[in-house]
């Protein structure tokens, strides 16, 4: 369990009306090298297909299956297991306008069982369109169909941008059960130059999904709008307001989160090298059940260092408030990342990470007992055998535990551990491909 709170990936821990964004976009002047997939990058339209299959074995197999119904046992039988999943994409890029658009399908079978697959789909669509220079707008739609899982108790930043691709369905190996559900997020995000020193922001999101708790749906939108003044080049005064507001399937109360969003943004490379950037932003929140208000300080931070051509190293923090479609009350946490992948070669690439995640479940009340940690650390390797061929080998530990004051589907145990390793084959093949021009905005 010590490697899954050493490492971990690349992700920017951020609440959905976290502003400060991360983007770890690759730098069209560092683009990725690698041959599986090479010349994506120079293209202005693309439609492609992608699959993947493989074989491996799971130390837990019982947890992706509803014979467990003791929630006092953790421990499943172990057993092989067999992946499947493809997926089709297109994107357009203009000088003023972008959109791209995606569908991925994933199965987890295991042979031998009474209950012998799992499966889940997802479909993304997303656009953006630049009036003009100062001016910016974007939205996106995901829709998803699959397992319920903890997952997003890893926080992720809501963020529509445009890169959809590579497709991939949902992780599978994070199921809790079999159970399935339908869920939809919506957002809108616009921007604006108002002079050389000042960004006006404003967003929109909106989610809904069956909930494992009852004949209700998990409901979550909310809204937020500020200004960011540039102090220097590298820091910024940021000060703005968001609302959120959730209803957990069947019950009555609405929950409300407000975000007094004043504080600073940092980013700037470090003196002692210009591949070493650190960033960061603060803020405060308020959470309201109607009875309870509570007060906590949240925060961001991120630390990325470039390695040569190829390489990159970061370590992220995140402290927010997230409302969580798989549970019946919204969370507090801390969560850490850190990561590092590169290419040994053209052909090989190699990527370690670990994320972890802790915290109360709650609007505010103490409770005995509500807190849960999970974590994750995932090692992966693969050789591109052409540019539409590649194999690879994933290993991944995975653990969450919850405290007996917390609700959870029938079925779910509360303290789970279980490792995976599997060895794949991808293919990918482009359908149509129109070369960006010299002139074209990146």
């Known amino acids: 369990m010590v490697w899954s709170l050493l490492a971990f990936g690349t992700m920017s821990l951020q609440a959905p009306l976290a502003f400060a964004q991360v983007n770890n976009a ?3 002047e560092r683009p990725d090298r690698g041959l599986y997939r090479s010349g994506t990058q120079e293209t202005s339209d693309l439609l492609a297909v992608n699959g993947s299959a493989g074989a491996g074995w799971d ?3 019982l947890l992706d299956l509803p014979g467990n119904t003791d929630p006092r046992n953790a421990t499943g039988e172990s057993g092989s297991i067999l992946n499947g999943g493809g997926g089709i994409s297109y994107s357009r ?3 003023k306008a972008s959109f791209a658009a995606s569908e991925a ?4 079978l295991y042979p031998g069982q009474e209950i012998d697959h799992i499966f889940g789909h997802t479909g993304s669509i997303a656009a953006g369109l630049a009036f003009n220079d100062r001016t910016r707008l974007s939205a996106s739609e995901v829709v998803s169909y699959q397992p319920y899982t903890f997952a997003s108790l890893f926080p992720q930043s809501l963020d529509p941008t445009l890169q959809l691709v590579p497709v991939q369905g949902p992780a599978l190996e994070l199921a809790a059960n079999k159970t399935q559900y339908l869920q939809y997020t919506s957002s809108v995000t616009f921007h ?3 002079s050389r020193r000042t960004d006006f922001y404003a967003g929109y999101n909106f989610s809904q999904g069956d909930t494992a708790y009852g004949s209700g749906r998990f409901t979550n939108q909310g809204g937020n709008a500020g200004l960011r003044w540039s102090l220097t080049r590298n820091l910024g005064l940021r000060t703005g307001y968001g ?4 209803r957990y399937g069947g019950d009555a109360r609405a929950l409300r989160y407000h975000n007094l969003d004043v504080g600073l943004d940092y980013n700037r490379a470090l003196s002692f090298s ?3 950037t650190l960033s960061f932003g603060t803020g405060t929140t308020a959470l309201t059940d109607g009875q309870t208000t509570s007060y906590h300080a949240t925060g961001n931070a991120q630390l990325n260092h470039e390695m040569g051509r190829t390489w990159q190293a970061t370590i992220s923090y995140d402290r927010a408030y997230q409302f969580v479609d798989t549970l019946l009350q919204p969370v507090f946490y801390d969560a850490a990342s850190a990561g590092v992948g590169g290419l040994l070669n053209r052909r090989v690439r190699v990527q370690t990470s670990a994320r972890a995640s802790l915290g109360k479940m709650g609007a505010g009340r103490e409770s005995v007992d509500n807190d849960f940690d999970t974590y994750q650390g995932i090692a992966g390797l693969s050789i591109a055998l052409t540019r539409y061929l590649d194999l690879g080998v994933d290993y991944t530990i995975y ?8 609700v959870l589907p029938i079925g779910v145990p509360r303290d789970v551990e279980r490792q995976s390793i599997s060895a794949h084959i991808d293919v990918w093949a482009p359908l149509y491909s129109r070369a960006r021009r010299n002139n074209a905005s990146r």
């Open 59 to 61: 130390n837990n197999i």
């Open 243 to 246: 609302y959120q507001t959730a």
């Open 26 to 28: 690759p730098r069209p």
């Open 274 to 276: 210009r591949r070493t």
């Open 399 to 406: 653990r969450y535990r919850f405290g007996s004051a917390a």
């Open 105 to 108: 399908s994933s199965i987890r």
């Open 93 to 95: 890029t203009r000088r």
């Open 192 to 194: 604006r130059e108002v």
